[in-house]
């Protein structure tokens, strides 16, 4: 096994792992609870970790989560509402109608 990053807390990790799996690059989240020994240790240890299977995938796996970083942000407004909706989202949170093309 391969340790390839810490996440800053366990959903992100988790994102992160199921990304790299849905990508044929086995991972595995590894100290997702040792949060509650913060305090105990340097919190810096305690943040949960991604761990590929086979390290030959350390690259590609690299890359992808490289390429998470750089997800298009888009500012639009709504249509119906006139909601602002920032982020990457397609489709208004406040009346559901899709962004404009």
Do not use: K
Not at 3 to 17: F, G, S, Y
Not at 84 to 90: K, P, Q, S, T
């Amino acid at each position: 096994m391969q340790r390839l990053t810490q996440a800053p807390n366990i959903a992100i990790a988790t994102v992160w792992c199921d990304l790299l799996c849905e990508a044929g690059l086995p991972a595995t989240v590894q100290r997702q609870y040792l949060s509650s020994a913060a305090g105990q240790l340097p919190p810096s240890e305690c943040l949960p970790e991604i761990w590929l299977d086979h390290a030959e995938h350390e690259a590609r796996a690299r890359a992808l989560l490289a390429e998470l970083e750089r997800l298009p942000q888009r500012h639009w407004y709504c249509p119906s509402c006139g909601e602002l909706v920032e982020g990457g989202f397609e489709q208004c949170w406040n009346c559901g109608a899709l962004m404009p093309r």
